[in-house]
């Protein structure tokens, strides 16, 4: 009877610790996009109405001219000035790839003023904005919130010269890279049949880290 009891408590606690981990969502900051709260609650994710409270940002609907002037730091709106602090804050600020489609002007423009509009673009991501597709957005937000493949990435050296090596991950992601505490011009290198996420591939594009087969 005394076994019964451990094993049922053993039991217990193991869907406890299941539950905990299935039920943790980010809190997130929605501007735009009247569908998307609705969207975010059927996948378990907390729609709060406080900016400061949030995880994430997630910017549905915004100008292209609002875009340039957050680029710049130079809020002109409530939202505008929203993004803007929360960047500051290093929170996940989300933007949909259509607020700011400067390629529409690849065509039309001079090349110069097109090439500046890609450095605002850069500029924005190095700023630390993501900006995502539609149909990828419960994908990204699983990514950007962790998971059971979230555990810490295993580095099997310690010499920044040498290239570190990516151990026992099947996948990735933005956060396994920060895990990995890289540093500018470092070298990684990966298994064979390692799926590298586009979030991770924006972070290794920024930092300038490379990939070695």
Known sequence: MENLDKIVDLITDRLMDKLQVESYKSSVFVIGGFDTPDILDREGYQVVKNSSSADIILVESIGFDAMLRIASLCPLTADEAVVIKS??????????????????????????LFQDLQEQYEKLIRYGVQFYKK??????????????????????????????????????TEKKLIEMNLSDNDSIRLKKGMIVTALAKDYLKRHNINIEE
């Open 87 to 112: 960047l500051l804050k290093g929170k996940k600020v989300l933007v949909l790839n259509e607020s700011f489609d400067f390629h529409q002007y690849k065509q039309t423009s001079k090349a110069l």
């Open 135 to 172: 149909e990828e957005l419960v994908s990204i937000l699983e990514e950007s919130t962790g998971g059971e493949n979230n555990k810490p990435v295993q580095d099997v050296t310690t010499n920044s010269s040498t290239p570190k090596t990516v151990e026992k991950v099947g996948l990735l």
